[in-house]
């Protein structure tokens, strides 16, 4: 009766073996790269590879990959494996990995500002294609790449050509918003718009003795061409607020009727480099809150 019941027990172990290693296939390739048996955890992963894992095996399998050939010193494989599991998944972060060492970690972080910036273009220009040619993914796909940007600024792998294509993705996305809301609209038609007004400064005041700023220095801002034909497309005005004080300098700059969100940024920081004669109140210079009329199609 004792040996039925070891043969029982026995056999319910050698069930649940299979189990356990389908549940964690990489237990073992684990279990060796923490004893230091680097080679042998390598041959291990190659084991779990080739027996059709997961997608998410397969991304663990190469990052364990990684840490066993930076862990051997074969430095050259070590990145590429670095930068095969980036381009496969560009917002993995090793942080989620408790066996990655800070060698790892900022070996990994290096790859990663070294491929993003290239990667991201890449994929701007597949969801800017899209987009263009009204695929269903094409808004997807936009988000995509507006995520991997804020990766790339939050880990330092920036510069102003990405500063641009924010922007434009940033316009991509908002047209594709208006084009939504417009498809609601012709199902439930509103008044029209009145049309848009030219670029203007309005600074009149009804007050006696008061004298309106004058225009020094005003210029347009610096648009990139791909966002101002998004925003063209728009057909929007918009409306600023801008408070120039007793030096002629701008003090605040308040959206009052938006055109997009990445345009209204350029205008704004536009805005605060115009200069003006002061407004005078009886010859003496006071501040003044002018409102100039945006129109992209003017510009």
């Known amino acids: 009766m004792r040996m039925l019941a070891m043969i029982v027990v026995l056999g319910v172990l050698a069930a649940a073996s299979p189990a356990a290693a389908q549940d964690d296939p990489l237990k073992a390739a684990r279990d060796l790269y923490a004893s230091a048996a ?3 955890a390598l041959a291990e992963l190659a084991r779990v590879e080739s027996s059709a894992p997961t997608p998410t095996t397969v991304r663990d399998t190469g990052a364990y990959r990684t840490f066993c050939l930076v862990a ?12 095969a599991l980036i381009r496969k998944d560009p917002t993995l972060s090793i942080d989620q990995f408790p066996d990655a060492s800070p060698r790892i970690a900022e070996m990994f972080t290096a ?17 800017r294609a899209a987009s263009t040619g009204k695929a269903p993914d094409a808004e ?4 995509n790449v507006r995520q991997l940007l804020d990766t790339a600024e939050k880990i330092g792998a920036w510069d102003e050509t990405l500063a641009d294509v924010r922007l434009v993705v940033d316009g991509f996305l908002e047209l594709a918003r208006s084009e939504a809301t417009a498809a609601r609209a012709a199902a439930a038609p509103e008044p029209a718009s009145p049309p848009a007004t030219v670029v203007s400064s309005s600074a009149s005041s009804t007050e006696a003795g008061i004298v309106a700023p004058t225009a020094v220095f005003q210029p347009q801002p610096n648009v990139p061409p791909a966002l101002l034909n998004l925003v063209r497309q728009l057909r ?7 408070l120039i004080n007793e030096n002629g300098t701008v003090d605040e700059v308040t ?10 940024k350029l205008i704004v920081a536009t805005a605060r480099t115009w200069r003006y004669k002061p407004a005078l109140r009886d010859g003496v210079p006071i501040k003044f809150v002018s409102t100039v009329v945006i129109n992209a199609n003017q510009q």
């Open 255 to 264: 959206v009052t009727e938006p055109v997009s969100p990445a345009y209204d």
């Open 111 to 127: 790859v990663r500002r070294r491929v993003l910036p290239p990667l991201i273009k890449d994929e701007f220009r597949a969801a």
């Open 236 to 242: 929007r005005t918009g409306k600023i607020d801008i």
């Open 38 to 40: 680097y080679t042998e």
């Open 72 to 83: 051997l010193g074969r430095s050259a494989e070590a990145q590429a494996a670095a930068e």
């Open 140 to 143: 997807s796909r936009l988000r």
